[in-house]
Nanobody, 112 residues
Framework: EVQLVESGGGLVQPGGSLRLSCAASGFTFGNADMNWVRQVPGKGPEWVAF????????YYGDSVRDRFAISRDDATNTLYLQMNSLKPADTAVYYC?????WGQGTQVTVSS
């Protein structure tokens, strides 16, 4: 059974930073391309970042490029998202996702 468990969300002031983690199990993490996706209630999901198996390819959405960094640790089956210079517009539930499965999400709120 695929399990993706996000953590690290919370309340942060504008300009602050957070690091999200996603613990993966139930599949061969090292062979999987991984994504971060975010969603605001009532709106469609927004793709945030992608990292290929082996981390040879990394892509970011336009709204987060140069502020967020995706990474992975295949030794511990963990996906990360370092978020810097956070803005109120980054407020959302953040999900890690494979091609087929999503986690339960972690709430990020950026507010003063």
């Amino acid at each position: 059974e695929v399990q993706l468990v996000e953590s690290g969300g919370g309340l942060v002031q504008p300009g602050g930073s957070l690091r999200l983690s996603c613990a993966a199990s139930g599949f061969t993490f090292g062979n999987a391309d991984m994504n971060w996706v975010r969603q605001v209630p009532g709106k469609g999901p927004e793709w945030v970042a992608f990292i290929a198996s082996g981390a040879e390819l990394i892509y970011y959405g336009d709204s987060v490029r140069d502020r967020f960094a995706i990474s992975r640790d295949d030794a511990t089956n963990t996906l990360y998202l370092q978020m810097n210079s956070l803005k109120p517009a980054d407020t959302a539930v953040y999900y890690c996702a494979t091609d087929c499965d999503w986690g339960q999400g972690t709430q990020v709120t950026v507010s003063s």
